[in-house]
């Protein structure tokens, strides 16, 4: 069975930090692609920050230079850090890792965690 486990969202004032964690399980970690989306209020969801199994990464450009994606293979686990953290980055944090195997598609969602910005 596929697990996708997020945590680290919170209440957090403007200008602070967290950090997002993905645990998974079910999965060879090492051959996906992880990313992190998330889902505003009355917005659709959108890439935030995406991070290659050649650890290659991109981010959407409202968050360039205030997070940083990272994955440990060893803990089958990525992170997203998020710094001078803006009441706009209010939104359900989600967890998606994909891959083709064998020219199959996988893709798995974590649940989500909130991350609110305010003072």
């Known amino acids: 069975q596929v697990q996708l486990v997020e945590s680290g969202g919170g209440l957090v004032q403007p200008g602070g930090s967290l950090r997002l964690s993905c645990a998974t399980s079910g999965i060879i970690f090492r051959f996906y692609t992880m990313g992190w989306y998330r889902r505003a209020p009355g917005k659709q969801r959108e890439l935030v920050a995406r991070i290659t199994s050649g650890r290659s990464a991109n981010y959407t450009d409202s968050v360039k230079g205030r997070f940083t994606i990272s994955r440990d293979n060893a803990k089958n686990t990525v992170y997203l850090q998020m710094s001078s953290l803006k009441p706009e980055d209010t939104a359900v944090h989600y967890c998606?890792?994909?891959?083709?195997?064998?020219?199959?598609?996988?893709?798995?969602w974590g649940q989500g965690t909130q991350v609110t910005v305010s003072s």
């Open positions: 998606n890792a994909v891959a083709d195997i064998i020219g199959i598609i996988n893709d798995y």
